[in-house]
């Protein structure tokens, strides 16, 4: 389980992060990094659920991306955000009684491609 330092060390990779509406509107295309002066440059340090990994603080607005790009990468390698994922899709568009039989053949072959 992920723990309450998790939530902090996230909070300070995300202090100052902002984007423009146009960027909202266009994933993919952020044109522009805004409050870039408020965040956090120091290293952002994650617990065992998060395989103890370490995200190195960066000093520009491209380093602020990579640390972004490295964090949701980091939210998906432990296996049970994936199938937690996937189990409440299952649920919310298929039944949300899921079976021993749906957990193996359906939500943990699912959460792989996830």
Do not use: C
């Not at 509107?25 to 120091?42: A, L, Q, R």
């Not at 432990?78 to 053949?105: A, G």
């Amino acid at each position: 389980m992920f723990t309450e330092d998790d939530v902090r060390e996230a909070a300070r990779l995300l202090v100052g992060f902002g984007v423009d509406s146009h960027s909202l509107n266009n994933p993919g295309e952020v044109k522009h990094i805004s409050g870039f002066g408020n965040h956090d440059t120091g290293d952002k340090q994650f617990s065992s659920f998060y395989g103890n990994k370490k995200i190195e603080g960066r000093d520009t607005k491209e380093g602020m991306l990579e640390e972004l790009r490295e964090f949701v990468e980091m939210l998906f390698y432990p296996d049970q955000s994936k199938l937690y994922i996937v189990r409440r899709l299952y649920q919310f568009f298929v039944n949300p009684e899921i079976s021993d039989e749906i957990e193996q053949k359906i939500i943990t072959p699912l959460s792989e491609v996830f």
